[in-house]
């Protein structure tokens, strides 16, 4: 996280023309309509050369720091919340423990069909351009993303212990499998019976340059 601070004041600091000069962005957007309105405008928000951010809502008069924060709280609060979004909601809450509440991840889509997969990549494009608004503009957002998100986007990699920071529930099942089929304690029907070893495959893939077994181990 320290490395990605200084390499965000560095490209701050830097003489190429990467939002340091005197450049504004100005966002106009409808307080009824934020989230729509915003997704629209980050959508095309393909070139950035901007020092200085300014939000206006339409109708109202007022502008400056304290809009600014405004629109970033509330844009962030409108993305969680988000039910009947185009292309589906962008984010859940996958931890089961107290202590993981209010930590989001992207949510996994089961839509199929090419119109909303399109418009669900362009929300997601969306969102990251917010997040990026966010950490350039020095903006406090109440949206906490997952620890595995948070290692993606700084490119770590992941481990296995990332899984219990996702979902406690799921971490947990798989660890106790893994330690009984390691001490080799139950019998095959205990096994079978203790955990459902059963899944149902919607969709084959199979994977170029691999033997048959291995795409059956796999």
């Not at 901007?50 to 509330?74: H, I, K, L, M, W």
């Not at 997601?124 to 917010?130: D, H, N, S, V």
Request: aromatic share 12%; net charge positive; with cysteine.
């Amino acid at each position: 996280m320290a490395r990605f601070r200084h390499q965000v004041n560095v490209l701050r600091e830097s003489p190429r023309d990467l939002g340091s000069g005197n450049n504004t962005l100005t966002i106009r957007i409808r307080r009824s309509h934020l989230l729509q309105d915003g997704l629209d405008l980050l959508k095309n928000l393909t070139v950035f050369k901007y020092g200085q951010v300014r939000v206006r809502f339409e109708g109202e008069d007022g502008s400056g720091p304290g809009v600014n924060r405004g629109f970033f709280t509330a844009f962030a609060n409108a993305l969680k919340s988000a039910e009947k979004l185009k292309g589906g909601k962008l984010l859940h809450e996958p931890g089961k423990l107290p202590e993981q509440a209010a930590l989001y991840a992207p949510l996994p889509s089961t839509n199929e069909a090419k119109k909303e997969k399109e418009e669900r990549k362009h929300n997601f494009i969306a969102l990251g351009r917010f997040i990026g608004l966010c950490l350039w503009f020095k903006q406090t957002v109440p949206l906490v993303i997952g620890r595995h998100v948070a290692k993606f986007l700084l490119g770590r990699e992941l481990a296995w212990h990332d899984v219990a920071f996702f979902n406690s529930d799921l971490y947990e099942g798989l660890r106790r499998m893994l330690l009984d089929v390691d001490e080799g304690k139950k019998s095959r029907e205990d096994f079978l019976s203790t955990y459902c070893c059963y899944f149902e495959v919607s969709k084959l893939y199979i994977m170029p340059f691999r033997s048959l077994r291995s795409r059956h181990l796999w």
